[in-house]
């Protein structure tokens, strides 16, 4: 007899819930490997805003409004008033994106680059509108800025309609700056001299630097009138500030004059600009990056000019050379300086205009920031590495409080980064290739340096505030529905 050949079990029937729960199973494993779209599927343009504090706006869907051209207008001078006032392009687009969907408009196309924006409107069987904005002017009012971002999230949230908005955007634009232009002058000034005294200037140093930046304050005042270029404006500042250090040390006054040429200059330093184009180059806007490091690169060229002829100037008129070298031993215990770097990020903050209420939380947030630099600086992580570090914690913290209180992150994170920048390098590395041809090798690296620091806490600001994201998008959210149900 033959082996008997191995009966088949029949499968046990499938019960309805079972089928059902495969299926979705099934459609579960294909979505995680093909995704909700086609690979070659075009993003939509309100996808730009996920990250944004206008994720998710309220769309109208009443159909395409009749007067878009009106609109269009709208968000034109929205994007132009952000530029003016420091924005970077991914927050002016997140922005144009967020009122236009608001206000009812789909099928637009924004394009921003240096200094001009671009917005195209072409809905299906119509003929296609295309406005073309150019920013030819810019002011230091971040407390604007923070309006406009209010004004921004309202109209996601669905409370303001355009004629509404357009009458408070125009109402922003007219405003009076929170702080009078003595007050600005005041801060201008005192940041210097705080500033001076946590590199280790006593008070003497402190009143010069405090003196001197009064005058290159009026300087600046009085060639802006003048319609000077920036340029020559920056120059004229730093020749000043040099020239009077290097002075007042050849009279025998007991200072260090490469602390007091410090705190005058570091003010001086395109802080904004390099976040804001390594912002736009992060996020995948070359021309906008370009744009404004070219702009920055002049500015600093305007400050080594500025050194550079001050410091021959000096040296004609038979001024001792001056030991660039040298370190200084802290002036005032830490705690004292702690205080002191409160005190100068709140000067900061006051001389871009920030808003009142502002400025103490922008102080206490660049103090967290010195404090994760001094930390990082005693684990050994080097002088090139911990301004990045403390970067990060400054832009993480920055987005957390400017969206608790109605702000972009830049307003809070600019002002408490600027205490990060390397000044001492650079005067040290323009000095000694300034007067001394031997070493000029050495001041460029010096300089290659210090540029690498500051693009380090530029890029770790934009860092700390993409690592901040995830825990602002309920903050984002509340805040908005809080003021939608305000209305």
Excluded: C
Aim: net charge positive; proline share 6%.
């Amino acid at each position: 007899m033959g082996e008997e050949e191995p009966r088949t079990q029949p499968m046990p029937p499938i019960s309805p819930a079972q089928a059902r729960a495969n299926a979705a199973a099934v459609r579960m494993l294909r979505r995680l490997i093909t995704g909700d779209s086609p690979p070659t599927a075009p993003l939509s343009i309100v996808d730009r805003l996920a990250g944004s504090p206008y994720a998710n706006p309220r769309i109208q869907v009443g159909g395409v409004d009749e007067s878009a051209r009106r609109t269009l207008d709208f968000a034109l001078l929205l994007a132009e008033t952000m530029f003016r006032y420091g924005a970077g392009a991914l927050e002016v687009e997140a922005s144009m994106i967020a009122v236009t969907a608001a206000l009812g408009l789909q099928h637009i196309e924004v394009d921003i680059t240096n200094q001009s924006v671009a917005i195209n409107y072409a809905p299906r069987d119509q003929t296609p509108i295309q406005l073309l904005r150019v920013v030819r002017s810019w002011t230091s009012n971040y407390a604007g800025l923070a309006l406009v971002h209010q004004l921004v999230s309202e109209i996601a949230a669905g409370g303001v309609a355009r004629d509404e908005a357009t009458r408070r955007l125009q109402a922003i634009t007219k405003r009076t700056k929170p702080f009078p232009k003595w007050a600005v002058t005041a801060a201008y000034s005192l940041f210097a001299a705080l500033f001076v005294g946590v590199l280790g200037g006593g008070l003497t140093a402190s009143l010069i630097a405090f003196l001197s930046n009064v005058g290159v304050s009026l300087v600046g005042r009085a060639m802006a009138r003048w319609r000077f270029p920036d340029f020559f404006s920056t120059l004229a500042s730093a020749f000043l500030v040099t020239l009077i250090a290097l002075l007042v040390f050849w009279a025998q006054v007991p200072i260090a004059p490469a602390i007091v040429v410090v705190g005058g200059i570091l003010l001086l330093l395109p802080t904004a600009r390099l976040v804001s184009a390594t912002q736009d180059a992060i996020n995948g806007f070359p021309v906008t990056a370009a744009g404004r490091y070219l702009s920055a690169f002049l500015t600093f060229a305007a400050l080594v000019a500025g050194i550079a002829v001050a410091s021959l100037a000096a040296e004609l008129l038979g001024v001792t050379r001056i030991d660039v070298t040298q370190t200084f031993p802290a002036a005032y215990p830490y705690w004292v300086q702690v205080l002191l770097i409160g005190g100068a990020v709140a000067a900061i903050a006051i001389t871009e205009q920030t808003s009142r209420r502002l400025v103490i939380p922008t102080a206490l947030v660049g103090i967290v920031g010195y404090l994760a630099l001094t930390g990082a600086q005693l684990l050994g992580v080097g002088d090139r590495i911990s301004p990045a570090v403390s970067a990060v914690v400054i832009g993480f913290l920055a987005r957390l409080v400017a969206l608790r209180m109605g702000a972009p992150q830049l307003v809070v994170a600019v002002p408490a980064a600027l205490i990060l920048l390397p000044g001492l390098t650079i005067f040290r590395s323009m000095y000694v290739a300034t007067l001394d041809a031997a070493q000029l090798s050495a001041g460029a690296g010096g300089m290659l340096t210090a540029m690498a620091i500051i693009l380090g806490a530029a890029a770790g600001i934009v860092l700390g505030d993409n690592l901040a994201r995830p825990f602002t998008r309920s903050v984002a959210s509340v805040e908005r529905r809080r003021r939608w149900m305000r209305r």
